[in-house]
């Protein structure tokens, strides 16, 4: 394996994710620290109420919001090599245009469905006023623009560093709002101010690069981007994948709460973000390999070889999280939750097979798109959907929260076989050329 090391896109990886990871991790030990004072300040049913508020905007803005950043990445992924910026400031003037948009239109849209859907999903009457007020968030919420300019640009540092602040700030002040026995509505206070406070950071910290970089002149708002061939295409299969991906996060919370209770999201909730908390090594290096892949000609050896190096280091890093988990989840919950939660501990125990098939999956889905096979991916996610779809009422009715786990599984497991199957054939395709 030392020469592996002699790669300088696997260093790059290497040296990308580990922004990221470093990051990650420190989000992630606030992110279970805030959980953990919400959850204990709040008992299981409210703060199952909290969960579904937060998911509905999330779910609204995983349907309706662009993953622009792939469109810089995509099209102005040579931003750094010199005279290669026309297509960076056209791709980012699209992916602002597209956020703007989409980010509006989803808020509205939240809003004046929720009286409809809000019971649905076990969001009472008694809530809906914050759900809306949660929902303005919506505009930048997810915000894509920024973080495709800072990867387009290699500035993962930034990506980290923002990525820390309002993780530490939700933990903090949800210590303060627990030690002082603070009310629902300060909690969701909580979660909206931080919510805010990190994506404007991030467009703050994005705008300063093109302006230290001087590429600020020329970026123009516009959804006619005549400068990027295919770009309505990619935008609208990498809007449809994203939109059932959402899928499997806030909405599978969602549904969770609408067939068996807010005390049911709850549980779901805390199982989900510790199984998370073991498959981060492959989100974190699926981000930074994207960007990297772009850059390598695809009819040679080197990203192929690249993917299962990287297949090789997210397995091998996840599976010591999963370890921890194995042993430790039980205590942990209890620990950091108390004895009302302890029912995540068997869920936790089947969502842990998630992260071990995103370990050995995260590079196809950025090598099908680099491979400028957009609609590969909305397949294999759309077909996993409705599988997910079809069973997880009946199992979830007849197990619990244990069988809605069941059916995130078996979805998870269906999608990448579809997704690893297309790779194949793609990797002949390309090779036998």
Same mark, same amino acid.
């Given at each position: 394996m030392r020469h592996w090391f002699d790669d300088r896109?696997?260093?790059? %990886?290497?040296?990308? &994710?580990?922004?990221?990871? *470093?990051?990650k991790a420190i989000s992630g030990v606030a992110a279970l620290a805030t959980l953990a004072f919400a959850g204990r300040s709040l008992g299981v049913v409210m703060f199952g109420i909290l969960i579904l508020i937060t998911s509905y905007a999330k779910a609204a803005s995983g349907l309706s919001k662009f993953?622009?950043?792939?469109?810089?990445?995509?099209?102005?992924?040579?931003?750094?090599?010199?005279?290669?910026?026309?297509?960076f400031k056209a791709s980012t003037g699209f992916a602002f245009a597209l956020d703007v948009v989409s980010g509006f239109g989803g808020m509205i849209l939240a809003i004046l469905l929720l009286p409809l859907l809000g019971g649905l999903f076990g969001i009472t009457d008694q809530y809906l006023l914050a759900a809306m007020?949660?929902?303005?968030? %919506?505009?930048?919420? &997810?915000?894509?623009?920024? *973080?495709?300019?800072?990867?387009?640009?290699?500035?993962?540092d930034l990506l980290s560093w923002q990525g820390t602040t309002y993780p530490i700030a939700r933990a903090i002040l949800a210590g303060i709002a627990w030690w002082v026995d603070a009310?629902?509505?300060?909690?969701?206070?909580?979660?909206?101010?931080?919510?805010?406070?990190?994506?404007?950071?991030?467009?703050f910290l994005a705008w300063r690069e093109l302006r230290r970089r001087k590429l600020l002149q020329g970026i123009r708002p516009t959804l006619k981007p005549d400068k990027l061939p295919g770009a309505w295409r990619f935008a609208i299969h990498v809007n449809l994948t994203s939109s059932l991906t959402a899928a499997w996060g806030p909405i599978a919370r969602l549904v969770v709460g609408g067939l068996i209770g807010p005390a049911a999201a709850g549980i779901y909730r805390i199982a989900a973000s510790l199984a998370d908390s073991a498959q981060k090594p492959a989100d974190l290096l699926g981000k930074a390999y994207y960007p990297e892949v772009v850059r390598m000609d695809l009819k040679s050896k080197k990203p192929w070889k690249l993917m299962v190096r990287g297949t090789v280091l997210a397995t091998a890093a996840g599976v010591v999280g999963l370890l921890v988990l194995l042993v430790a989840g039980r205590p942990l919950i209890d620990a950091l939750f108390g004895s009302e939660f302890l029912p995540a501990y068997p869920v936790l125990l089947l969502l842990m097979a998630v992260p071990l098939l995103a370990m050995i999956s995260?590079?196809?889905?950025?090598?099908?798109?680099?491979?400028?096979?957009?609609?590969?991916?909305?397949?294999?996610?759309?077909?996993?959907?409705?599988?997910?779809?079809?069973?997880v009422a009946p199992l979830s009715w007849r197990f619990g929260v244990t069988g809605a786990a069941a059916a995130f599984v078996i979805g998870n497991a269906a999608m990448v076989a579809a997704l690893a199957?297309?790779?194949?054939?793609?990797?002949?395709?390309?090779?036998?050329?």
């Open positions: 896109h696997f260093k790059s %990886l290497l040296k990308n &994710s580990s922004y990221l990871v *470093v990051s993953q622009s950043w792939q469109l810089i990445v995509r099209y102005g992924g040579q931003v750094m090599v010199p005279g290669e910026a026309d297509e007020v949660y929902c303005t968030l %919506l505009p930048t919420m &997810s915000a894509a623009t920024p *973080v495709g300019v800072l990867r387009a640009l290699d500035r993962f009310p629902f509505d300060a909690f969701v206070a909580i979660w909206y101010v931080t919510d805010l406070g990190g994506d404007l950071y991030l467009w995260f590079p196809l889905v950025p090598m099908l798109y680099a491979l400028d096979r957009p609609a590969a991916p909305l397949n294999a996610r759309l077909a996993a959907t409705v599988l997910y779809f079809a069973i199957i297309q790779v194949t054939l793609e990797y002949r395709r390309v090779r036998a050329r």
